[in-house]
């Protein structure tokens, strides 16, 4: 099992995989890459693509195919992507390329700034972070709180929908305008259409004169970044090879429906279309859930506490279900799932702890190869004690 990248740490966990009909995943880093490149940046109503690949740092910005200078509008919202990031960029000794420390949805946003020629060590000294309000998968924003020129600045990323609830105004080459329905929806479309794309959105806000307590209202909307995180390319066929022998398989991530959608049907998990998202998950009863839970192929900005409904749901109706998890909070459905399985790079101690198994690359393929092993297994332990 070890030399299919599957760490198996109860032993009885073997014979469990064999009979796995269910497996629930993650998609950031288990079913994609996990090496985000910024595409997109949509500021002051203007879409700019970027060109460059990872996190080498340069590239250019085009509007509509011609070179774009970055103004002030697109130096705001750079600066603030970098102030609310913890990534920082690093050169690998060995083999002389960069690479990140850290989140590399961070990272991504760190690099694009990099590109306008904003580094994050300078930004950093001239600006020193004061406090901060760090991420969590209920919240979906991060913002941190620096000392300037003027005073104290917040600045906060997250969802498009959760930074655009939190803002009053929005940056334009003019200045700062007032943002009303209108604009708001315009921004909620253009978010959607990334999405789309299948990039993954993060926005950007700010508000001076900013204390602990007020940091994330009244703030600034600066900008959108709409960033890729390549699939790898053996979870297609691995995903194949779990349809052909029966296991069905259900993708769930706190990303966009669209842009969940658009990963999934890339990579053939997505057949009937069934996309449910966390908020839709919570107007259901659980009469309503168990009966809905086999249909459903694709659950998008769920937090951890879904994960647990999810299994329940699952066993309910009959199946062994399998669950993967990396963080703190998906302990529980670790622990619930009849097979949990951890994230040996990315995931916390906590969440190897209440897992039966830990893959050592974090790759969805080898939850397959896991389960092939486990029912190979399973079928000697049969044979033998008939």
């Known amino acids: 099992m070890v030399r299919r990248h599957a760490l198996v740490r109860r032993l009885p966990a073997v014979e469990t995989l064999g009979s796995t009909s269910v497996i629930c995943t993650d998609k950031t880093g288990t079913l994609t890459k996990d090496e985000m490149t910024v595409r997109r940046v949509f500021v002051a109503g203007q879409t700019i693509d970027v060109t460059g690949t990872g996190y080498e740092q340069t590239g250019q910005f085009l509007n509509g195919g011609v070179v774009f200078e970055p103004d002030d509008v697109l130096l705001s919202f750079c600066r603030g992507a970098v102030f609310s990031s913890d990534a920082v960029i690093v050169r690998d000794d060995g083999e002389g390329r960069w690479r990140i420390k850290g989140d590399p949805t961070e990272g991504a946003l760190v690099v694009v700034a990099a590109k306008t020629g904003l580094h994050k060590s300078a930004l950093e000294a001239d600006f020193p972070r004061t406090d901060e309000i760090p991420f969590t998968s209920e919240t979906k924003r991060m913002t941190t709180l620096h000392t300037c020129a003027d005073g104290v600045v917040a600045y906060s990323k997250g969802a498009p929908e959760v930074i655009l609830a939190g803002c009053a105004r929005q940056r334009t080459p003019g200045g700062e305008i007032a943002l009303d329905a209108e604009a708001r929806e315009m921004l909620l479309g253009a978010s959607r259409q990334m999405a789309s794309d299948a990039l993954r959105v993060l926005a950007v806000a700010c508000k001076p004169d900013a204390t602990l307590e007020n940091a994330e209202t009244g703030m600034t909307f600066l900008g959108m970044a709409g960033m890729i995180d390549p699939p790898r390319p053996e979870v297609k066929e691995a995903a194949a090879t779990c349809e052909s022998a029966g296991i069905k398989l259900a993708m769930i991530t706190g990303d966009h429906p669209l842009t969940a959608s658009g990963v999934a049907s890339e990579l053939g ?118």
Do not use: C, W
């Open 269 to 386: 998990l997505l057949k009937t279309g069934r996309v449910v998202t966390g908020p839709e998950l919570e107007t259901m009863n659980e009469t309503e859930f168990e009966r809905e839970v086999e249909h459903i192929e694709v659950y998008a900005r769920v937090s951890p506490t879904h994960k647990l409904r999810v299994v329940a749901a699952l066993q309910k109706r009959g199946h062994i279900a399998a669950m993967t998890g990396d963080g703190v909070n998906d302990a529980p459905a670790l622990k619930k799932a009849d097979i949990g399985i951890a994230m040996g790079i990315t995931g916390t101690d906590v969440s190897k702890e209440a897992a039966a198994v830990s893959l050592t690359d974090d790759n969805f393929a080898s939850i397959v190869a896991a389960v092939e092993e486990g029912r190979g297994i399973f079928s000697n332990i049969k044979k033998h004690l008939m």
